[in-house]
């Protein structure tokens, strides 16, 4: 079992470049693919990012390349999302999960292990 750990979200204007944390405290994911995924009020949670065990394999949603980046440390044990230029749209709870698998190829079903969230509201 891996707990995760999500930080980093609160309240930004258009325009804004928030950074989120994944961590997994007392545990070690450096195996596990993780992916970031943002729930909008009434939506369907959506995956974002994804980054392979080492860091040398990302995915991005087409809605967000070129502005979100995931970066892993290994040695922090932690899983970055750098986000720029949000907009109101994508306020939304963002969770990260972790796959049993340490590749980027994952369906959104093999993300096993959830955080509770953090909140990101992007005003207008």
């Known amino acids: 079992q891996v707990q995760l750990v999500e930080s980093g979200g609160g309240l930004v204007q258009t325009g804004g470049s928030p950074r989120l944390s994944c961590a997994a405290p007392g545990r070690t994911f450096f195996r596990n693919n993780v992916g970031w995924f943002p729930q909008a009020p009434g939506k369907e949670r959506e995956f974002v990012a994804g980054i392979s065990w080492n860091g040398g394999s990302t995915k991005y949603a087409d809605s967000v390349k070129g502005r979100f980046t995931i970066t892993r440390d290994n040695a922090k044990n932690t899983v970055y999302l750098q986000m720029n230029s949000l907009s109101p749209e994508e306020t939304a709870v963002y969770y990260c999960?972790?796959?049993?698998?340490?590749?980027?190829?994952?369906?959104?079903?093999?993300?096993?292990?959830w955080g509770q969230g953090t909140q990101v509201t992007v005003s207008s």
């Open positions: 999960a972790a796959a049993l698998s340490g590749t980027n190829s994952v369906p959104m079903s093999g993300y096993m292990y």
